[in-house]
């Protein structure tokens, strides 16, 4: 979200995202002394919410009560519980890019026709990113993944794809607990029966399950795609970021 934040206020805000690392699992980020002051001196704050960053949201309260506070699960009406990964879905995202948009209006009214060429220059930047989409939809439309961990769920939804991760195994994944040896199982014996199309690998994830799982789906032809749930350092912008996977995935369903 802070990538997008960038793009749209330019040069009239100053943008400072958090959480920035590539590496490591964000669910785990313990935020430090320094993140928490930043909140203090925000005139507006952009957080994902849906339980991802909770901290973010009581840094706000303690530190910054007047704050003007954006969520995407709020502007998206996402409820407790729900898949928070929620700059991989394509509606959020445009929901969430003309809601910041709009709060940066508040924020300095002065720069709203300003603003309002940054929004159209986004929605230009971001046509590739729904024509790939589109392309995949097309193409690939029924075509099944399994997953190693949920973060890439609402893009593969968006492209027609049917996931088909062991229940059993989600669930755990989703709750931060072991997947249990049946589940695990099951999942590599339809990666061994190439019943899945591809494997969908977050990058980010740490543990032998997941490395477990990709081993056998290169071993048994099953095309792996990996993705990462952050903005990876090398990567200019969001939709490049956003592009670039979904380039990998039609190469893997054979559509390029």
């Known amino acids: ?24 699992d964000p669910h785990d980020y313990e935020p430090t002394t320094g993140d928490i002051a930043a909140f203090s001196k925000a005139k507006m704050v952009v957080i994902n919410g849906a339980g991802y960053d909770e901290w973010a949201t009581k840094a706000v309260k303690a530190n910054n009560s007047s704050a003007d ?3 995407a699960a709020t502007v998206n009406n996402v409820q407790p519980g729900a898949n928070p990964h929620l700059w991989y879905n394509p509606t959020y995202v445009t929901n969430m890019a003309n809601a910041i948009t709009a709060q940066l209006k508040v924020v300095a009214p002065d720069a709203s026709s300003y603003y309002d060429e940054r929004q159209s220059a986004f929605q230009t930047a971001m046509k590739p990113y729904f024509a790939e989409i589109d392309k995949i939809k097309n193409g690939a439309a029924g075509k099944t993944y399994g997953a190693t961990e949920s973060v890439f769920d609402y893009m593969a939804q968006a492209c027609g794809l049917v996931n088909l991760t062991p229940a059993g195994y989600q669930n755990s994944i989703t709750n931060e607990s ?11 014996a339809d990666l061994t ?19 477990q799982l990709v081993n056998k789906a290169n071993s048994s032809g099953v095309p792996v795609v990996n993705v990462t749930e952050t903005l990876p350092a090398d ?12 380039q990998s995935l039609s190469k893997a369903l054979g559509l390029s």
């Open 69 to 71: 506070v954006v969520s």
């Open 193 to 211: 029966s190439k019943k899945m199309s591809v494997l969908i690998y977050n990058t980010q994830t740490e543990g032998s399950v997941p490395n």
């Open 1 to 24: 979200w802070g990538n997008i934040v960038e793009q749209l206020a330019g040069q009239c805000g100053s943008v400072s995202t958090v959480v920035t690392a590539s590496s490591g």
């Open 235 to 246: 990567v200019g912008t969001f939709e490049q970021w956003q592009i670039s996977q979904l």
């Open 178 to 188: 072991e997947p249990a040896p049946g589940d695990i199982a099951a999942f590599n």
